[in-house]
C-alpha cells in the first residue's frame, strides 16, 4: 500500500468561500423553512435527541441534520441555530469513553452513525480549529483499529465505509499540518485502512463490471424476501446493500478515497465507469440515479430518492478532489441546478421522499415503487422514512465547498459556478475574489479581484462539457476564445498573475440541446438545465403537524405531449427573483410546439411508460410551455417526439 496523500484539487475551508447573490439567498429559504425549525417541531433531532444524552432517536439522524445545519448557520451568521449546532457538538466531544468510542451508549455498537458524525465534526473543526475534534478522531480510530477485527464491519457500515475512509484521509491530512501524532505504538492507521478495505462492500468492483443492468424488481420480489428472511438475511439473499440507492450514490467516493492509500488500480476510471454505468442502467434527464428504494431502471416515472441526491453531490466532491476531473463539476451541477429544487418546496416546508423525471401527478396513491410507501412521492414533512427529513440539509451548504479548489499546477480552480466569495492565502499574501453571476440561468460568469498580489499564481476556470464555444476576458480584453465542439470539459488557464482590481469574465454559449433517455425519448437542456413542462398545478394540503403541512399535487393542465423531432424554441429570460427557482417568475422560459399522445396516459397512478420514438400523436399542434426542471413540481422532462412530415 502506498502512503501517497497528494491528489490534484483540494477543497478550501468553509471559512474561505462564502455564498452570495441567489445562492446565498437559496441558504436563507433552507433556514427560514424546515431547516430551521425541525430541532423544534420532530422529535427525532429535537432535545430528547441520543445525540443529546437523551432518550430519543439515537443513530442517523441527528448526524445528519447537522451535517447541514452547522454549515448552514455558518454562511448565515446565525447565532441562535449555530448555538443548537453546537450543542450536539459538545455533548458528543464530551461523549467520548475510555475505550475511544462516542455517541449515544444506546447505540454504541452502531459503526455507521458515527461516520456521520465525523464528518460533522469536520466542518466544525475547519471553522473553530478546536483540537479537542482531533483527539477524539484519534482515539476513535484507535478504538476501530481494535474493535473491527472482534466485531467486523456489515450491512450500512460495511456499505459506507467510503464515508469513514473520507474521514480518515482527511485526519491524515491534519496530521501533515498540525504535527499531531497518534497515541500508542501499536497504533497503524494504515493496517487500519487495510482492514476497512477488506471488510467494506467492494464498490470498486461493482462500478467496473456493473452487475444491476435492470430494475431491483427484475432480480427479487421484495413481498417475497421480506415475507421469508430476516433483516439480517437481506444482504445474501437480495443484495440489499449493494443495489440500495443511497448506499450506490455513497458509494461512488469509495474509489476516490482508496486513491490516496492504494496505487493497485486506476480508481479514476473506475469512478467515471461507475456513474457512467448508473447513468446508463438508472439514470434521468435531472442527473438522479432511479431508486424506489433500490436501483429501479432509467424510466422516468420510477423514483429518485432525495437522500441519493445530496450524497451523490457529496460523493462528486471527493471525487473531484481526488481526480481533479471536469466531468465530475458537470454532473454535481446537472443535480444541484435541477433535480435538487425540484423535490423540495420552494419555501423549504416539504420535500418528497422520491421524485419523478416525469412526474404528473402527486398523491397518496399506489405506484409502481420496487418497496416505498404509497406517500413517497408526496410534498410533506416525513413522507415514507424520516432519513431525508434530517438529510436533505446538506445538499446547498456543501454545494458551496465545492465551488473553488485549489490545484497543483493551476493555482486557484473556479470549478463549479455560482455567486460567492473566496477569501483565502498564497504564498503567505491575501487573495480576495467576488464572482458575481445568474448562473445556471445566464451565460456570464464576472470574477472581481478584490485584494490580491501575485505575479505567479495561475487561475484557471472549468469550460463545462456543454459548452460549445467560449470567451475569456481579462479586464476588457478578450484574452481566449474557442469552439468547444467536442466538448470534452477541460480546465482551462486564464492567465497567470492576479493583482487587486482585475476583473475576469467568462462567457459560455448557453445553446439549447437535446439529449435522448429512456425509449429513445428527448430531453431539452440549455447549459446545466434541463427544462420541463411548465403545467398547471393545484395543490391539496393532507395533513399538517406542527406547522407542517402535508401536499398532494393535482395537475390542472394537459401533459401528454409529444415534441417535433428538431422543435424551434422562442427564449426569454429574466432576472433572477427571490424565490431562484420559482414556478411563477421562473427565470427562464422556452416557449415551443407540441402535440398531445392521447395513448399515453395514466398507469398506477404516474405517467405511464414512454412509447418508443418517434411516435404519431393525435393532436393538433399546441404552444406549450418548459422552464427549469428545478422550478417544477409538476413536469414532463423526457418527451416522445414526432417527425414532422409537413417540413
Known sequence: MSKKTEKRLHTFTIPEVKPQGWLKRQLEIQMQGLTGILYDIWDSVGSYSGWLGGTGENWERAPYYLDGLLPLAYYLDDTQHWETACRFVEWTLGSQDEEGNFGPIASKDDYWSRFVMLKVLIQYYEIKRDGRVLKLFDKYLQYLYKRIREVPMKQWSSARIGDLLYCIRWYCEQGEKEHIHTEGDSFDIHALVRMLREQALDWADIFEDFPFTRPAGYYYNWDKEYSHFSWEDYHDTMKYHANHIVNVTMGFKYPAMLSYFFEDRDYGAISLAGIENARK???????????????????????????????????????????????????????????????????????????????????????????????????????????????????????????????????LVSMVFAPCSLETEAEGRKICIREETEYPFKDKITYHVEEASHENLEFGIRIPQWCTSYKLYKNGTCIKEEDHREKTGVIMPVC????????????????????????????????????????????????????????????????????????????????????PFSKAHPPVKLKTKGRRLDAWELEANSAGTLPTSPVRPDGEEEEIALIPYGCTKLRVSQFPWYINEDR
Request: charged share 20%.
Open 281 to 411: 442502467y438508472h439514470g434521468v434527464a435531472s442527473g438522479a440515479v432511479n431508486g424506489d428504494e433500490h436501483l429501479s431502471g432509467n424510466n422516468p416515472s420510477q423514483g429518485a430518492e432525495l437522500c441519493s441526491v445530496v450524497e451523490y453531490m457529496f460523493s462528486l466532491q471527493t471525487m473531484l478532489e481526488a481526480f481533479g476531473l471536469p466531468d465530475f463539476a458537470d454532473q454535481m451541477e446537472r443535480l444541484a441546478y435541477n433535480a435538487l429544487p425540484a423535490t423540495i418546496t420552494e419555501d423549504f416546508m416539504a420535500h418528497q421522499y422520491v421524485q419523478q423525471a416525469n412526474q404528473v401527478l402527486v398523491s397518496r396513491a399506489k405506484r409502481c415503487w420496487f418497496n416505498n410507501n404509497e406517500e413517497s412521492n408526496m410534498f410533506g414533512l416525513e413522507p415514507n422514512f424520516g432519513c431525508c427529513t434530517a438529510n436533505m440539509h446538506q445538499g446547498w451548504p456543501k454545494f458551496v465547498k465545492s465551488l473553488w479548489y485549489r490545484a497543483e499546477d493551476l493555482g
Open 496 to 579: 497567470r498573475g492576479l493583482k487587486t482590481g482585475d476583473v475576469i469574465r467568462a462567457e459560455f454559449s448557453m445553446d439549447i440541446e437535446r439529449s435522448y433517455w429512456f425509449r429513445n425519448s428527448m430531453a431539452v437542456e440549455r447549459g446545466p438545465l434541463v427544462y420541463a413542462l411548465d403545467m398547471k398545478e393545484k395543490w391539496k394540503t393532507v395533513k399538517e403537524v406542527a406547522g407542517v403541512r402535508d401536499y398532494e399535487v393535482y395537475p390542472e393542465s394537459a401533459w401528454n405531449y409529444a415534441l417535433e423531432e428538431n422543435p424551434a424554441f422562442e427564449v426569454s429570460i429574466n432576472p433572477v427573483g427571490e424565490t
